[in-house]
């Protein structure tokens, strides 16, 4: 990737920030964020952040955030907008978290093939405790936003993801890495960040047998 211009698709969660963050550290060059939201709302699909939250991500970062809205019917439609776009802003490469859902794989690499981007997957195919383990490793700071309480107790709403809650959720018989949609987190610190996102934890909605948690930047602390 030495010198190659980057998107990133961002969830603003643990697997987006470290894709980016060895996107980077391969020698890639990151030139955009892009982010799909809900149609006709103001937070990100799955994640549920709110705008202010992944616009201080991305200031943090120090590049561009592209916004794209879509319901699962115009998701596709939008998606392949996004890579148009990035392309014609000489952007080549597209970077994506999955780790090993092929199906999801498959998908993004034919989208992204039709506007002749180049998907990669910096994670693919590595143990997932592994990945977490560098996670933790690398300095990252994240907190679980969205719990489907399907699959796990909504009592981990809101806690810090770290080794140790890791140990709880495997003790549990729940995978740590939540790559089935268990849960879902925000990050706030790391390498990838230049100052820590100030957010705050409010309260909770319970919707379709999940739990969102609502955060949003102290303040006193401009979004832009």
Not at 7 to 18: I, N, P, Q
Not at 79 to 92: E, L, S
Not at 96 to 104: A, K, P, T, V, Y
Not at 138 to 166: D, H, Q, S, W
Request: aromatic content about 10%; some cysteine.
């Amino acid at each position: 990737m030495s010198g190659v211009k980057f998107v990133s698709s961002w969830s603003g969660g643990k697997d987006s920030a470290l894709a980016f963050h060895r996107a980077v550290k391969d020698g890639g060059t990151p030139a955009m964020l892009w982010t799909m939201f809900e149609k006709d709302q103001s937070h990100s699909k799955s994640h549920a952040l709110p705008l202010e939250i992944v616009q201080a991500q991305a200031k943090q970062i120090g590049i561009p955030l592209m916004i794209r809205k879509a319901d699962w019917a115009g998701y596709e439609t939008q998606f392949i907008d996004a890579m148009r776009v990035c392309k014609a802003h000489g952007i080549p490469q597209a970077v994506f978290g999955d780790i090993d859902l092929e199906d999801h794989l498959l998908w993004v690499q034919s989208m992204c093939a039709k506007v002749c981007m180049e998907a990669l997957h910096p994670l693919w195919e590595e143990p997932r405790r592994k990945l977490l383990e560098e996670f933790i490793a690398e300095g990252f700071e994240a907190y679980i936003v969205v719990v489907n309480t399907k699959m796990m107790p909504a009592e981990f709403i809101g806690r810090r993801f770290t080794i140790g809650l890791m140990e709880e959720l495997e003790a549990l018989g729940i995978d740590s890495c939540g790559e089935s949609g268990e849960f879902h987190t925000v990050v706030v610190d790391g390498p990838i960040f230049k100052e820590r996102i100030p957010f705050v934890m409010n309260e909770t909605l319970e919707k379709d047998g999940y739990i969102f948690l609502k955060c949003e930047l102290e303040k006193n602390t401009a979004a832009g």
